[in-house]
């Protein structure tokens, strides 16, 4: 999961040393566990036509930061903002000293997957835990998508991928990912993330101890985890409907949402919608037969409970943090900081 929480990718991380998604931890210590930091709620838009829009590029700052007190403790807190222009070189000095001035820096949270077998045993299934991003019984997408679906999907397809037969055995879902990959990469945008390694090295650089809050989930057999999820089908038409519809009508919102989080435009960012893809795409693995009976249904409620409490203990024990959160978990109205300003915390946005 680059950018969703996919049941076969989560287990494809006991195949490596480290995982696969855009904010990465460090590798686990134990050899059967597998670690990643999960986005909680990650802008998954994709969208659709090309038009001269523009993708501001050069020195720009990012976006201020909220600060969030009780007392004379306080914790300052980045929004993260994904895609962002390729082109772009954040100027991060404020980030920087706010680091560096701290006493612990709280990541986003995340789960723990823990497993029966070991890291090189975990390796001999990553073909597997890939081959089931193919549909059951070796149906083609225009066997599982309604016919109207299936229609806009081709020209997009025909746009951003070209000629492929390999993408239309693909689940829904996963055929919808691929083509958001390549929209934004084509309007000027980039899912790389420049937030997290420059955090992580000033951090290093002064010795200022970071923490993932962190909840462990235990999947048992990987193997037979696999099985399951490639003999399941998924509801995952929702997912893919919502995708086409940003394809087709909304990559200039995408443009807008990463010129303002370059520009530092909380106001923007607010004004412009969150796109509720992601949920429906997340939903369509969470609640799912096989991730229910794996405890992970109920996932990111777990993430959030955990992250609020280590943000609890973080402003309590030092005189300054420093977090970072997806922007969309900020400025939502059921989001972390509203939990934190709903627990007595005072709230000051840049």
Known sequence: MRTLLLLPLLLATLAAPRPTLAEEPEAPSNPDTASLSLPVEREIPASGQMMEAIVVSGELPGPGLWRISKGEHFMWVLGTQYPLPKRMTWVSREVEQAVIESQEVLLPPRASLTTKIGWFKGMLLLP?????RKNPDKEKLVDVVPPELYARWLPLKAKYIGRSRSIEKQRPLFASQKLYEKAIKRAGLSNDSIVYPLIKKTAKKHEIPMSNPE????????KQAIKDFAKTSLDDLDCFAKTLDRLES??????????????????????????????????????????????????FDRLKAAWLDA???????????F????????????????????????????
């Open 128 to 132: 597997a835990a890939m081959g089931s």
């Open 215 to 222: 909840i462990k989930v235990d999947i048992g057999d990987p």
């Open 311 to 321: 943000a609890e203990t973080a402003i309590a024990k030092n005189q300054t943090t």
């Open 250 to 299: 909304d990559l200039d919102t995408m443009r807008d949402r990463a010129n303002a989080w370059a520009t530092g435009d909380i106001e923007a960012l607010r004004g412009l919608p969150f796109s509720d893809q992601n949920q429906a795409c997340a939903d369509a693995i969470l609640k799912s037969q096989v991730t229910r009976e794996r405890g992970l249904d109920d996932l």
């Open 323 to 350: 977090a970072v959160l997806p922007m969309s978990l900020i400025l939502r109205s059921d989001g972390y900081v509203e939990a934190l300003r709903a627990r007595g915390y005072e709230v000051e946005e840049p």
